[in-house]
Antibody, heavy 123, light 107 residues
């Protein structure tokens, strides 16, 4: 059974840092691209970051609003995905989902999602 | 960035109704579009990818169509468990973007 379990959310002051973790099981983590998608309270979905697999040099992509502040990374030996969040802003308040990307031969779609972890940025 | 406009943003329907949701892209995205269902307090669930391919385990009453800039999600006969919010997502370019969502509620 595929499982993605996030942790590390909580309350942080503006300007602070937080590191989210996601432990993966039930599939070969190292084969897959992985993403973080977030959802502000009562709002829609926003894709935040992607890490590709080793075959693609673990290269990354970010939405402009987090680029330079957030870092996505992975430890394939431990089946862990991370999101290091620095210089946090109130607008970063959201539930953060760890998401597996399914490859259909052309593009990557989000087929498995974790339950999410809430990050609240407030003074 | 590619903008996705979903219509309607809110839909009231009855069990058994045929429901159609539209997603329009600000530029052509080939067929690189997905549809997700989200229930309150839960993570989204992939329904359709590549515009029209049904994800494994998703009931056949869900279908997707379209290419280029206009796409539709159709539920052929709405069931009680289908009351939820639906999102489209484009995979053509970074940043990946989602539509604003369509909330389907019971009439």
């Amino acid at each position: 059974e595929v499982q993605l379990v996030e942790s590390g959310g909580g309350l942080v002051q503006p300007g602070g840092s937080l590191r989210l973790s996601c432990v993966i099981s039930g599939f070969t983590f190292s084969d897959h691209y992985m993403d973080w998608v977030r959802q502000a309270p009562g709002k829609g979905l926003e894709w935040a970051a992607r890490t590709r697999n080793r075959a693609n040099s673990f290269s990354t992509e970010y939405v402009a609003s987090v680029k330079g502040r957030f870092i996505i990374s992975r430890d394939d030996s431990k089946n862990l995905l991370y999101l290091q969040m620095n210089s946090l802003r109130t607008e970063d308040t959201a539930v953060y989902y760890c998401v597996r990307a399914l490859y259909d031969g052309i593009r990557y779609y989000h087929d498995y999602w974790g339950q999410g972890t809430l990050v609240t940025v407030s003074s | 960035d590619i903008q996705l406009t979903q219509t309607p943003s809110f839909l009231s329907a009855s069990v058994g109704d045929r429901v159609t949701i539209t997603c329009r892209a600000s530029q052509g995205i080939n067929n690189y579009l997905a549809w997700y269902q989200q229930k309150p307090g839960k993570a989204p669930n992939l329904l359709i990818y590549a515009a029209s391919t049904l994800q494994s385990g998703v009931p056949s009453r869900f279908s997707g169509s379209g290419s280029g800039r206009e796409f539709t999600l159709t539920i052929s006969s709405l069931q009680p468990e289908d009351f939820a919010t639906y999102y489209c997502q484009q995979l053509e370019n970074y940043p990946l973007t989602f539509g604003g969502g369509t909330k389907v509620e019971i009439k």
